[in-house]
Structure formats: structure tokens, C-alpha cells
């Protein structure tokens, strides 16, 4: 892990394409033991599925269009300024609502999830990621998967 201060420029590129969209990787593990922050460009119509974390902590922050979160029992029409964290055990999907991208800040507690992007990334650009295989990516990031990647839970 670095001791240096971590500063990022708006024309580095640093992180991976998903969906033919840029997650930028801000902060990772490598840098240090807390957290990872992601600048996330969410494709239109894109949704996780509702999942959970066992372990991680998530926090997004609008930046730009209008995603559709469930956290729990409550539905978020989130636009930007919004600001949500999600602790662990708590049941989440996320959607882009609008007919275009959408921008987020993330950041994940502990460190180190860029790997599951960078893996993620991989399978996706193989076309639709196969089902077990993604089942078994999630599983092994700390993520169990409650439902497909739909916009209702």
C-alpha cells in the first residue's frame, strides 16, 4: 500500500469499461486498507437486481440523470445531489430510470473491490455474462443475488 497522496486528473484513465461505459477507479486497495471510490457511468435502463452485501459498506452520490434505488422497504428516486449509504445486510437494487446515462460517485468498504469489476468487466465484454459464472464472481465479492438484474425487486 502507497503512502503517497492519490490525486486523479480528469483525463486519466484509470478503471474499466462496462456496458460501453466508463467506471473510473478514483481510490482502490492499492492505495488503501478503507475503502474503494468509483466514478460509475450507469447505462440507461441498467439494473443490478436486488442484492446484499454481507460485509460491505456502500455510499452513492448523484452526479448526473435519475436512477431508481430500493433499499430495503423504501423506493429512492434518486436525482442529482442525492446522497444514500447502504450498510451490510441491507437488501438494494439500482436502476437507471432515464434514456440516459447516469453518473455516481461509489465508494465500497473495505478496499479491494475493483477486482470484482475488473473481473466483471471481463465477462461482459465475452457478450452476456454467463449466469453461473456471474452467480460465482458475485458470491466471491460479498455480493448473494436476490433477483435478476431487473427493475422491480
Known amino acids: 500500500?502507497?503512502?503517497d497522496a492519490v490525486i486523479r486528473m480528469p483525463d486519466e484513465k484509470n478503471g474499466v469499461m462496462l456496458r460501453g461505459h466508463p467506471m473510473v477507479f478514483l481510490v482502490t486497495g492499492e492505495n488503501t486498507r478503507h475503502t474503494s471510490m468509483f466514478d460509475w457511468t450507469i447505462p440507461e435502463g441498467?439494473?443490478?437486481?436486488?442484492?446484499?452485501?454481507?460485509?460491505?459498506?456502500?455510499?452513492?452520490?448523484?452526479l448526473e440523470g435519475e436512477c431508481e434505488w430500493w433499499v430495503g422497504e423504501k423506493?429512492?428516486?434518486?436525482t442529482p445531489g442525492t446522497y444514500l449509504f447502504?450498510?451490510?445486510?441491507?437488501?438494494?437494487?439500482?436502476?437507471?430510470?432515464?434514456?440516459?446515462?447516469?453518473?455516481v460517485l461509489m465508494?465500497?468498504?473495505?478496499a479491494g473491490h475493483e477486482h470484482y469489476f475488473e473481473e466483471l468487466a471481463k465477462l461482459a465484454a465475452q457478450g452476456s455474462p454467463d449466469p453461473k459464472a456471474l452467480a460465482e464472481l458475485r458470491n466471491r465479492y460479498d455480493t448473494d443475488q436476490l433477483s435478476t438484474l431487473t427493475t422491480r425487486p
Open 75 to 78: 423506493v429512492v428516486r434518486a
Open 107 to 110: 465508494t465500497v468498504s473495505p
Open 46 to 62: 441498467f439494473a443490478t437486481g436486488l442484492h446484499v452485501h454481507r460485509v460491505q459498506e456502500e455510499t452513492f452520490y448523484m
Open 86 to 103: 447502504i450498510p451490510p445486510g441491507l437488501a438494494h437494487n439500482i436502476t437507471n430510470v432515464s434514456e440516459k446515462p447516469a453518473r
Open 1 to 3: 500500500m502507497s503512502v
